[in-house]
């Protein structure tokens, strides 16, 4: 660590931003430039990072928003691209800048993030506890409707997304057990860098629905509105008759559908850090659009 410097949100560095960039890039295959450049890497998003002669080597980043939690805002931090370069692992950097932002965050509710496999037994050592989702899905029988006036967007568009991040920025949470609210930044990296092609705004009832078609299944991602949303009426403008199925990659709150859940199985585990022991729902799914 020595010769280290410690740098944090320094999204106006060119030099270091680039650095971070390629590091991410190398790390995860993602990268933030095209976020950044149109106007999205906000102070919401602040890396935490050790840097050696300009150069990033190893990050850890904060996401500040708060979390829906049984009607009630929660202040809360996620933690992501937490990414050390292979040249400077084994030195217990990652673990500095851990200790160094949960002592920034002490004043926060919760604390969470989602781990790889590789590092299941890393967060647990800062007194994160690992806590199953549940995924939502429901059996689908298509219901004619007078059609909506459908205008897909997109997410290579300047002016889509500007439209879409106002919407974003009033929208209200699709859950009011378990969702996430200030974090309109989140849902504009989806809209560029994931679901680009994927964006469908209903004219009629003003809402944008971000869903995908397998076969004979949808796969929703998310519904951004200002008020709150009729979701069987959602459904039935965006399927067609071949659809048999729904799985939602949110909370579901509409318990008058006949829902299945199952516990969400995927690559990534959600970890808690609960400072003021909130609790939480018995079953939940964190909204895939706000995770980092």
């Not at 997109?154 to 378990?178: C, H, M, Q, W």
């Not at 069987?232 to 048999?244: D, F, V, W």
Request: glycine residues 4%; hydrophobic residues 40%; without cysteine.
């Amino acid at each position: 660590m020595e010769g280290l410097k410690f740098e944090k949100g320094y999204k106006e560095n060119e030099t270091l931003r680039e650095s971070f960039n390629e590091l991410a890039l190398n790390t995860f295959g993602i990268e933030f430039e095209t976020w950044y450049q149109h106007g999205y890497w906000t102070d919401k998003y602040q890396p935490y990072s050790f840097i050696d002669q300009g150069r990033v080597v190893a990050n850890v980043s904060v996401n500040l928003l708060n979390l829906v939690i049984e009607g009630e805002s929660r202040r809360a931090i996620q933690i992501g691209t937490v990414m050390t370069h292979p040249d400077y692992r084994n030195q217990g950097l990652s673990r500095k800048l851990m200790e160094i932002v949960l002592e920034d965050f002490r004043h926060v509710d919760l604390i969470y993030l989602f781990a790889n496999q590789t590092v299941l037994d890393f967060y647990p050592k800062f007194g994160f506890k690992a806590v199953e989702e549940v995924q939502f899905s429901m059996n689908y029988e298509y219901k004619p409707t007078n059609q909506s006036r459908i205008r897909k967007l997109d997410g290579t568009k300047p002016e889509d997304l500007s439209f879409i991040y106002t919407l974003a920025a009033n929208r209200k949470s699709v859950s009011k057990i378990f969702g996430t609210a200030s974090s309109e930044e989140l849902l504009m990296f989806y809209s560029i860098m994931v679901f680009s092609h994927d964006l469908y705004y209903l004219e009629d009832e003003k809402v944008l629905v971000i869903f995908q078609k397998e076969d004979d299944t949808i796969h929703l991602y998310d519904i951004v509105s200002t008020e709150e949303v009729d979701i069987q009426l959602i459904l039935n403008k965006i399927t067609s008759p071949e659809i048999r199925k729904i799985v939602f990659h949110f909370h579901l709150d509409n318990q008058a559908f006949l829902l299945t859940n199952e516990i969400y199985q995927s690559s990534n585990v959600l970890f808690v850090k609960n400072l003021t022991n909130v609790t939480l729902p018995e079953k939940f799914k964190h909204p895939i659009t706000s995770q980092a």
